[in-house]
C-alpha cells in the first residue's frame, strides 16, 4: 500500500472520530501523523521493514501499529469499528464547503442525513436552516459546495491517481508475457483529473492472455472485479480507482494506444481525414474502405477514450477492408500523411492542422528547466530551511532559485513583517556562501491586498531580487472589482511574477471571479510574467490561459511553490500541464540562463 493511501485510511479515520466526538488529543493525534506521512520520500513499507516507524515525528506505537496492519492487511480494524457506529458517508460531508466535523454530526444526530443528496433534500425543504447553528447564508454556501462536489466527483488529481496505479503498474511489469505496457486516455494526455484508467497491453502470444487477465484481476490492490474477459477486464483497487485493462496483438496495437488516448474531438477529426483518402481509422487499425463502401459512415458517431466503452465498429464492420497501419501510433499519424502528435496536443485545438503544416511546437520538457523561482521555508509556512532548499534545488541541476515567503497579510501562514525579512536576509547570505553553484534570489510572495496595493512598502521591495503578487484573500469580489484589483498589482513597477493566477484549488475551490483575458493583457502591457503553479491541487494557470499567453508573448514561470524539499518534485506534474498549453522552451521565462534571467528582471518596464 502507497503513502498516499495510507494517509487517505488514517485522514478518514480521523474524520469519523471528530464527528463521533471522541478525545481530541487522539483526533490531533492522528492528523499529526498524516502530515509526517505527507512529507515522507520513502515507501512506508520501507520504514516499517527496518522497525522505524516509531522514529517518525508525530508515529507513536498506536498509530505504527494501525500502519502496520493497513500495509500487512490492507484493512484497519479501528476502522471497521468505528463504521459500525458512524455512517461512512459522513467523510464525505466533512469535504463541503461549509460543513465541519461539528456541523456533519448535527445533520446526521438531528435530521438523519449522512449523504451530500440527502443534505441537498433537507436544506431545499428547509430543514437546515432551522437547526441552530446554520443560517440561511451557511445554507446557500452548503448548497453551491454540494454542487461543486457533483461537479468533481470520481475525478481523481492525475498525481494522486499516478500514485494509486504505481504499484499495478509494477506487478504488470513483472508479468513475463507483456511485451508493451502503456496508460491511454485523459491520463496519457496529462489531464489535470483523471476519471478512469485505461491501460494497454501488448501480449504476442494468445495462449498468454488468460495469465495476464489472471495477474490483472488478481492483483492484491484489487478492491473488486467488474469484469473480466479473454481481452478486456476492469477492476475498482482499493484506492477507488477504476482501472481498465485492454490486451492486444502487435497488429493493432498502435491504433488501439491512439483510439484510447482520445482525445473524442481529436478522434472525430483524425477520422474525417480518413475518411477524405478513403480509409477508415478504428481501434483496430487503419484500413482501406472497399469499393461501394465509403460514406456510410459517421465519423462523429462512435463514442471514444474517455467513456472506454470499447467497440468502434462502424459500417461494415470493424476489421473489413485492408489493414494498411496499426502496430504503432506512428504508423497510423503516417496513414493520414501527418508526423506524430504528442498526446497533451490531442483536444483538437488546432494539433491536426499544425501537424499537417509542419508547425508543431517542440514542446518544452522537465529537464529544459534552468531555476525554480516560487518556494517557501520555515521564515513562513515551509517545512524545510533555506539552505536545504538550496541543497535540494542544487542537487536538482538547478542554476538558481528563489526564496519566496509569505508577507505579512498572510497571518495564518506566518507571513513576514519588513523587520523579519530583513533578518531572512541574513540567513540567505549564509546560504549563499554555504551553498555553493547555484543562484540564490532574495524573493518574497507579496500579498496583493483587497484594494490592489501590496503588503509590503516599496523600500523593501526594492532591495528584493525578485517580487511575486498573489491574491489569498477575499476571493468572492465581483468580476470588474476582482480583476482591477489584480490589475493594480500588476501597474507596480517593481512587481515580476503573479503567481497562482487565477487561484483555484481542482476539486476543492473554484477560480475566483477574474476576467483572465484582462489579466494577461496587463501582464503583457506592464511587462509582468504569470506562474504556472505546479502544485499538483493548483496547477493554475489553467492550460487554455497558457495557450493564450503564449499567443500574446507573456512570459510564464514554471514553479513549484514547495512548502518542503520534497515538492520541487511537483515540477513534473506542471510540464506536463504547459505541454497541454503548447508551450516550448522559449516560452518560459525559467528555462533561460542565469544571465538571461538577470536581464530580464532588470528589465525595464512599461
Ligand atoms: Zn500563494
Ligand atoms: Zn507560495
Not at 3 to 8: D, F, G, H, K, L
Not at 47 to 57: C, H, K, M, N
Not at 260 to 275: L, M, P
Not at 309 to 334: N, Y
Amino acid at each position: 500500500m502507497e503513502n498516499i493511501e495510507i494517509a487517505r485510511r488514517l485522514e478518514e479515520l480521523a474524520d469519523l472520530l471528530e464527528i463521533q466526538g471522541a478525545n481530541p488529543f487522539r483526533i490531533r493525534a492522528y492528523r499529526n501523523a498524516i502530515r509526517t506521512i505527507g512529507g515522507l520520500t520513502r515507501p512506508l513499507q520501507e520504514v516499517a521493514d527496518e522497525d522505524g516507524l516509531t522514529d517518525l515525528p508525530g508515529i507513536g506505537k498506536d498509530i505504527a501499529a494501525s500502519i502496520r496492519e493497513l500495509l500487512d492487511t490492507g484493512r484497519l480494524s479501528v476502522l471497521d469499528e468505528i463504521t459500525a457506529e458512524v455512517p461512512r458517508e459522513l467523510a464525505t460531508l466533512t469535504r463541503l464547503d461549509g460543513v465541519g466535523p461539528k456541523k456533519a454530526r448535527k445533520l446526521w444526530k438531528e435530521l438523519d442525513v449522512t449523504t451530500p443528496d440527502e443534505l441537498e433534500a433537507a436544506a431545499k425543504e428547509g430543514r437546515v436552516a432551522a437547526l441552530a447553528g446554520f443560517g440561511k447564508k451557511s445554507v446557500e454556501k452548503i448548497l453551491r459546495s454540494i454542487e461543486d462536489f457533483r461537479k468533481h466527483q470520481g475525478r481523481f488529481l492525475r498525481a494522486e491517481a499516478a500514485q494509486y496505479l504505481r504499484p499495478l503498474l509494477a506487478h504488470l511489469e513483472g508479468v513475463e508475457a507483456i511485451r508493451r505496457l502503456e496508460v491511454a486516455g485523459s491520463y496519457r494526455r496529462g489531464r489535470e483529473t483523471v476519471g478512469d484508467i485505461d491501460l494497454l497491453v501488448l501480449v504476442e502470444d494468445e495462449d498468454a492472455r488468460a495469465g495476464v487477465m489472471e495477474a490483472f484481476t488478481g492483483f492484491p490492490g484489487v478492491d473488486r472485479v467488474a469484469m473480466s474477459g479473454e481481452t478486456r477486464g476492469s477492476v475498482v483497487l482499493t484506492s477507488g480507482l477504476p482501472v481498465d485493462l485492454r490486451i492486444l496483438g502487435p497488429e493493432s496495437y498502435g491504433a488501439a494506444l491512439h483510439y484510447f488516448t482520445g482525445s473524442k474531438e481529436h478522434n472525430v477529426e483524425i477520422r474525417k481525414r480518413a475518411q477524405k483518402r478513403g480509409l477508415r481509422v478504428s481501434e483496430y487499425g487503419v484500413f482501406q474502405v472497399e469499393e461501394g463502401e465509403a460514406g456510410d459512415t459517421d465519423p462523429s458517431s462512435d463514442a471514444s477514450s474517455d467513456s472506454s466503452s470499447g467497440d468502434a465498429s462502424s459500417g461494415a464492420g470493424p476489421q473489413a477492408g485492408r489493414r494498411i497501419a496499426g502496430a504503432t501510433e506512428e504508423e497510423v499519424f503516417g496513414s493520414l500523411e501527418l508526423p506524430w502528435i504528442a498526446p497533451e496536443l490531442r483536444e483538437n485545438r488546432g494539433e491536426i492542422q499544425a501537424a499537417e503544416e509542419g508547425r508543431l511546437p517542440a514542446l518544452v520538457e522537465a529537464g529544459q528547466l534552468r531555476g525554480d523561482l516560487h518556494m517557501h521555508t520555515t521564515w513562513s509556512d515551509g517545512r524545510d530551511s533555506v539552505r536545504e532548499m538550496a541543497e535540494a534545488c542544487r542537487d536538482r541541476g538547478y542554476a538558481y532559485m528563489a526564496i519566496t515567503d509569505h508577507s505579512q497579510a498572510v497571518t495564518v501562514a506566518r507571513g513576514l513583517t519588513p523587520e523579519r525579512l530583513r533578518e531572512q536576509w541574513g540567513e540567505i547570505d549564509q546560504a549563499r556562501e554555504e551553498v555553493e553553484g547555484i543562484r540564490i534570489l532574495k524573493g518574497c510572495e507579496v500579498d496583493i491586498l483587497k484594494d490592489g496595493s501590496l503588503d509590503l512598502p516599496d523600500e523593501i521591495l526594492e532591495e528584493l531580487d525578485i517580487v511575486l503578487v498573489a491574491v489569498h484573500s477575499h476571493f468572492d469580489l465581483d468580476q470588474a472589482t476582482q480583476t482591477e484589483r489584480i490589475l493594480s498589482a500588476l501597474r507596480h513597477p517593481l512587481v515580476d511574477i503573479l503567481v497562482h493566477p487565477t487561484g483555484r484549488l481542482i476539486n476543492r475551490r473554484e477560480p475566483y471571479l477574474v476576467d483572465m483575458e484582462a489579466v494577461l493583457q496587463g501582464a503583457l502591457e506592464h511587462g509582468v510574467a504569470v506562474e504556472l503553479n505546479t502544485n499538483p491541487r493548483r496547477l493554475d494557470l489553467h492550460d487554455r490561459h497558457l495557450f493564450r499567453a503564449r499567443e500574446l508573448g507573456v512570459p510564464v514561470v514554471i514553479s513549484t511553490d514547495a512548502h518542503r524539499t520534497a515538492q520541487l518534485a511537483y515540477v513534473e506534474e506542471g510540464i506536463r500541464q504547459a505541454r497541454r498549453g503548447w508551450l516550448e522552451a522559449d516560452h518560459v521565462l525559467n528555462t533561460g540562463s542565469w544571465d538571461e534571467l538577470d536581464r530580464w528582471l532588470h528589465r525595464s518596464k512599461g
